[in-house]
């Protein structure tokens, strides 16, 4: 299998495991870490918390990248944890109520290193997350 075909391949991966991790509501106890630390640190305990009829101006962007960031690297190891950078992109201005997440990082897959870029898109109505390939990287390794 050539690498271009293995990237794109890997990028699905990734894009298909994300959208079940984000979908996935994990117990409120995130924002509590010193309170239960081992559970927050759980695999068991994965997600980001449900964003549905939370409104617009009440979520804190930087916040909510940090806990998208620390849910991937919790739930997939084989990405690079320096490398790995989750950044608030815009609101979805045609239905305003979806937020957009950009997610850049590497993933060692078969002694090599692939580079992905995806999107989510975080609805607060419906609280359905959304993950879409944002830009394919290129292969080295």
Do not use: C
Request: hydrophobic share 40%.
């Amino acid at each position: 299998m050539n690498n271009r075909r293995l990237s794109f391949d890997v990028a699905n991966y990734l894009r298909d495991r994300f959208a079940i991790l984000f979908n996935s509501s994990g117990l409120d106890v995130l924002g509590r870490t010193n309170k239960y630390p081992y559970a927050s640190a759980s695999v068991v305990n994965f997600g980001v918390d449900n964003l549905a009829g939370t409104t617009m101006s009440g979520i804190d962007t930087l916040r909510l990248a940090r806990r998208i960031r620390l849910s991937i690297l919790r739930f997939e190891p084989r990405i690079n944890q320096q490398g790995l950078v989750v950044r608030f992109s815009q609101i979805d201005h045609r239905s305003g109520t979806s937020l957009n997440f950009i997610i850049e990082g590497e993933v060692d897959y078969r002694h090599e290193r692939f580079a992905f870029s995806l999107n989510s898109r975080w609805n607060t109505d419906s609280g359905e997350v959304q993950v879409t390939p944002f830009y394919m990287g290129a292969v080295y390794g």
